[in-house]
Structures are given as structure tokens and as C-alpha cells.
């Protein structure tokens, strides 16, 4: 296929590529929890799926190479929140600050690094 | 009603959910699928327009030209009415 002038990175279809390699894995709590968050949210009706992939296209594929699919899916939901007016970037910012100041290890009962 | 319908060309920089690889492509459509919101406006938090989707067939061969493995394989592919023009016979353009 000759490629189209202006394909944006993220269509992907029809490129070449290595095979497909079936692996299964496991989700991080954190992870299980982005995606409940993603469905809370649009259940809410607070943005759509289509807004989830808007962004994740935006960020572009330096994003997509160096990044996690669940990192990458946390960016676009909080984008879409606060462009959904459900909380500020100040706000934001403060409970940031809340959860650091907790301390590195406070997450790490809930992960079972330790057990 | 006409069946044979080609997909737009046009590159638009946002987000669409007609693939690249089938833009300006001729297919048939297998069947309509009802009206949906509009993605490409949903995706920015707009109001959406109930749009036509139908399911469009269109063969390897025409996709991929002389790169088909397998000419004569179809691809099936949901696409928006606003993507599609209708066609009075295959080839007509």
C-alpha cells in the first residue's frame, strides 16, 4: 500500500508489521482501577469512548512507544474530566499532593509487593 | 437502492474512525446498521447528530491491488453514511 499523505500515526491498518504474539497477562490493581474509572465516568455520561481515543491519538506515538496502555489510559481520562468541568487542574494538583505526601510506600500493601 | 457506494478521501487531521487504508476505496454496502451519534463529534464532548452506519464489504483486491494475497477475501468494515458516496455501478468513477 502506498501510504496516504496526512495518515495520522495511530492508523495503523495495512502497515507492515511483524505476527500478532497471543499472550495472556495479569491487570495491576492500579490498572483494574483505571478502567472502572473509565467506566464510572462514561456511565456518568461525563465523555464517551470516543473522547477516551481522541486523546490517546493526540499524544502521538512517542507516547504510544514509551508508554503502558493503562499509563496512557489514566492521561486521557483525567483530560477528558477536567475538560468535563468534573474537577479542576488545581484541584487536581492538591489531591496529588495529598496522595505524595503519603509516602513512596503507602501503595505497596494493596499491590501485595510485599506478601 | 444504490448498493456499490466508494469511501471519501478526505484526510481530515481529527479523530475519525474511517481507517486510512480504505479512503477512496470501492465497496458494497452489506447492510445498514441504524443511526448512531456522530464519534467525530462525541470525541470533543459535542452534541451528536444520529448518523447513518452501514457495514461496507469491499474485496482484498481492491484494497491492496497487486499485494493481495488472497483477491478474491472480503473485508467487512462499519462505516458512517457521511463517509460514503453512492455509486450507479462498480467502477463508476
Known amino acids: 500500500m502506498s501510504d496516504k499523505p496526512g495518515r495520522r500515526w495511530h492508523d495503523m491498518g495495512g502497515l507492515p508489521a511483524g505476527p500478532v504474539v497471543p499472550e495472556d497477562h495479569d ?3 492500579w490498572e483494574k482501577r483505571v478502567d472502572a474509572l473509565m ?21 502521538g506515538p512517542e507516547a504510544f512507544e514509551t508508554q503502558s496502555y493503562y499509563e496512557r489510559w489514566v492521561q ?3 483530560q477528558n474530566l477536567i475538560e468535563a468541568g468534573v474537577y479542576s487542574i488545581h484541584e487536581l494538583g492538591e489531591k496529588m499532593a495529598e496522595v505524595a505526601a503519603r509516602g513512596d510506600t503507602y501503595g505497596d500493601c494493596a499491590e501485595g509487593a510485599n506478601d | 437502492m444504490t448498493e456499490f457506494v466508494r469511501v471519501s478521501e478526505l484526510m481530515p487531521p481529527g479523530h475519525v474512525r474511517t481507517p486510512a487504508y480504505l479512503r477512496g476505496k470501492m465497496g458494497l454496502i452489506e447492510r445498514p446498521l441504524g443511526r448512531f451519534g456522530n464519534p467525530e463529534q462525541l470525541a470533543y464532548g459535542l452534541a451528536a447528530d444520529k448518523q447513518k452506519l452501514y457495514r461496507v464489504r469491499f474485496s482484498m483486491a481492491e484494497i491492496w491491488g497487486d499485494g493481495a494475497e488472497n483477491p478474491d477475501d472480503t473485508l467487512d468494515a462499519e462505516i458512517f453514511a457521511h463517509w460514503l458516496t453512492p455509486l450507479e455501478t462498480p467502477d463508476a468513477s
Open chain 1, 76 to 78: 486521557s481520562v483525567n
Open chain 1, 39 to 59: 467506566v464510572i465516568a462514561s456511565s456518568k455520561g461525563h465523555f464517551t469512548v470516543d473522547g477516551l481515543r481522541r486523546v490517546l491519538e493526540d499524544m
Open chain 1, 27 to 29: 491487570f495491576a490493581l
